[in-house]
């Protein structure tokens, strides 16, 4: 596609339920990254992708956040057991693999509350 | 580990004044990226300028232009002729620029809101 897309935009859950955030990058764009913005705040590195494979997991906050991709294309970011302060804005970006020092391509994000 | 820090929660410019963004980082590496996205009400990250660090020479993008200082980890922001569309969060950003397992994972400032008065 001609850009990053994110779904869904907004997404209001309850406590305890379960979500999945959606991710589909740029065709051909092998990198793939999702971060995490509290209201106010920076962005938090969570997940990266390289192809289907996740060699840095370490953002991920705790064992409910789960990520995985389907070859080089979309990925999902589910979060399991949602609390409030799992309440942020996802969001996703992504590049090219040989790429070094782009920033990537940034997604629209998706907004979460956590009621 | 990597750190940005922006120290300015919130600058305000009148509309055609120049404003300076600050922002300063810590880093063990020699060779980097640093960025600048704007990112507005929409949340879309737009980039609005990149310096490579090995580069000494700062990077200019129409209005907006750096103060590149490597010694003292430092990374301004200037935007000129300020215009109502300018009006946003700012953030800074810093990628190690190494290739291999850990990507190009970015490492953000907390952001800096600038409010452009007409």
């Known amino acids: 596609g001609a850009g990053v897309s994110q779904s869904p935009s907004n997404k209001v859950t309850e406590k305890g339920k379960d979500v999945e955030l959606r991710c589909d990058p740029i065709?051909?764009?092998?990198?793939l990254y999702w971060y995490r913005q509290r209201l106010g705040q920076g962005l938090e590195f969570l997940i990266y992708?390289?192809?289907?494979?996740?060699?840095?997991k370490s953002g991920l906050p705790s064992d409910r956040f789960s990520a995985e991709r389907t070859g080089e294309s979309v990925s999902t970011l589910t979060i399991q057991r949602t609390q409030q302060e799992d309440s942020a804005v996802y969001l996703c970006?992504?590049?090219?693999?040989?790429?070094?020092?782009?920033?990537?391509?940034f997604g629209p994000g998706t907004r979460l509350t956590v009621l | 580990a990597q750190t940005v820090t922006q120290s300015q929660p919130e600058m305000s410019v009148q509309e055609a004044e120049t404003v300076t963004l600050s922002c300063t980082y810590d880093?063990?590496?020699?060779?980097?990226?640093l960025f600048w996205y704007k990112q507005p009400p929409s949340r879309q990250m737009i980039l609005v300028i990149r310096?490579?660090?090995?580069?000494?020479q700062n990077a200019t993008e129409n209005r907006f232009s750096v103060n590149f200082q490597k010694a003292a980890k430092s990374f301004s922001l200037k935007i000129s002729d300020s215009q109502l569309g300018d009006a946003a969060m700012y953030f800074c950003?810093?990628?190690?620029?190494?290739?291999?397992?850990?990507?190009?994972?970015?490492?953000f400032g907390g952001g800096t809101r600038v409010l452009v008065k007409p």
């Open positions: 970006a992504s590049s090219l693999a040989e790429e070094t020092g782009t920033g990537g391509i």
């Open positions: 065709s051909g764009h092998t990198a």
């Open positions: 992708f390289q192809g289907n494979s996740a060699p840095d």
């Open positions: 880093t063990s590496e020699s060779d980097y990226y």
């Open positions: 310096q490579e660090a090995y580069k000494q």
């Open positions: 950003a810093y990628d190690w620029g190494v290739r291999g397992a850990a990507g190009n994972k970015l490492t």
